[in-house]
């Protein structure tokens, strides 16, 4: 079955450090790749996405993803962190086999430490 | 602002009623998705509409149902509510029929009591 892994249930970070945020996929299929982030009682926002091309991918607010086909990962990185980016952060994968459905991840909160 | 408007954004009501959610697109979007977030489930596909026909089904159950009207809006029927059907329930929107770039909505809590 399709699935979309965050195996970071929570990320702490100090202010200005970097981070990255883990995203792994069930399979190497062609994919479409997306990540969404979800302020408190608001609704997602994209980030950024992946649909062909560089694999190398940049977003909004600083945030890159790399798109790793062989490794069938997408990483999300930002050098160096806002308090503001304290957020829960969401992987979402779409399979080209099954256009319609956009499969999430459970999720990664990130806590931003002044 | 997405520009994909749901309403109402709080809804309480009791075991076993209905309810409607409504959800009105970005202008010029044919699509519509629906989304369930809980706490335990997380964020779960229910059901896509393109320029009002089914598209997908994912893991709706059998007392929800879904429609698109002529307008482009949506409405989520969810009845014979439970204490489990207690969620955030999104709408998102995109243009065409293959979601490339999905604009979501502020949501709408349901609590059943």
């Known amino acids: 079955a399709q699935s979309v892994t965050q195996l970071d249930s929570q990320v702490p970070v100090f202010e200005e450090a970097p981070v990255e945020l883990r995203c792994n996929y069930s399979?190497?299929?062609?994919?479409?790749l997306f990540w969404y982030v979800q302020y408190p009682n608001q609704g997602l926002q994209l980030l950024l996405k992946y649909l062909s091309g560089s694999t190398l991918v940049k977003g909004i607010n600083g945030f890159e993803a790399e798109f790793n086909k062989s490794q069938t990962s997408f990483h999300l990185r930002k050098p160096s962190v806002h308090i503001s980016d304290t957020a829960e952060y969401f992987c979402a994968v779409t399979w080209k086999t099954s256009y319609d459905k956009v499969i999430f991840g459970p999720g990664t909160s990130l806590s931003v430490i002044p | 602002d997405s520009g994909v408007t749901q309403t109402p954004k709080h809804l309480i009501t009791a075991t076993g009623q209905r309810v409607t959610l409504r959800c009105s697109p970005r202008?010029?979007?044919?699509?519509v998705y629906w989304y369930q977030q809980s706490l335990d489930q997380g964020l779960q596909f229910l059901i896509h509409?393109?320029?009002?026909?089914?598209?997908a089904k994912g893991n709706i159950l059998e007392r929800f149902s879904a429609q698109q009207f002529p307008d482009l809006h949506s409405e989520l029927n969810l009845s014979s509510l439970e204490l489990g059907d207690s969620a955030l329930y999104f709408c998102?929107?995109?243009?065409?029929?293959?979601?490339?770039?999905?604009?979501f909505g502020q949501g709408t809590r349901l609590t059943v009591v």
């Open positions: 998102a929107s995109s243009g065409g029929p293959i979601n490339t770039e999905a604009f």
């Open positions: 509409y393109y320029n009002g026909e089914e598209r």
């Open positions: 202008s010029g979007d044919l699509s």
């Open positions: 399979s190497s299929v062609s994919v479409y």
